[in-house]
């Protein structure tokens, strides 16, 4: 049984359908399902991430304790995860700066990575220079 299967099971009030979760699927599960449910019950999830806690039982308590509560599974069990920004920051760069900032890197000798924290923590300021270091270059900006 997958971990959404058992997540399902777990908020129905039906007793005959959470007899039919093996213990093998509710070990298996723990983890994940004790992950899932710190999002909302951060305290009792924290409490059962312990060495000798049997998995299953630490299942049945939250089958026991939620399936009053809810007659669904709630809205907060299916987060989105964060999808990363770097596409973002790539179609975001000015090409304006690519002769300025090449200059920067061989004058000074510093790294990509470094021009990068400048920019990230100073945009203002490092915008400000670029644009002062292309001027001084000749190179024409748009």
Do not use: C
């Amino acid at each position: 049984m997958e971990l959404f299967d058992v997540v399902k099971k777990i908020f129905e009030k039906k007793e005959p359908k959470w007899t039919e979760v093996a213990k093998v699927d509710k070990n298996r599960n723990f983890f994940m399902l004790n992950r899932i449910m710190s999002i909302q019950f951060p305290v009792q999830a924290n409490q059962f991430n312990k060495l000798k806690v049997t998995p299953h039982t630490v299942i049945d308590w939250w089958h026991d304790t939620l399936s009053p509560r809810f007659t669904s599974p709630p809205k907060w069990i299916y987060t989105k995860t964060k999808k990363s920004s770097e596409k973002k920051d790539s179609s975001k760069k000015d090409h304006n700066f690519e002769d300025a900032e090449k200059f920067i890197r061989e004058k000074f000798e510093v790294s990509k990575r470094d021009l990068d924290q400048i920019k990230k923590f100073h945009p203002d300021r490092y915008n400000a220079w670029l644009s002062s270091v292309s001027d001084q270059l000749g190179v024409k900006t748009k």
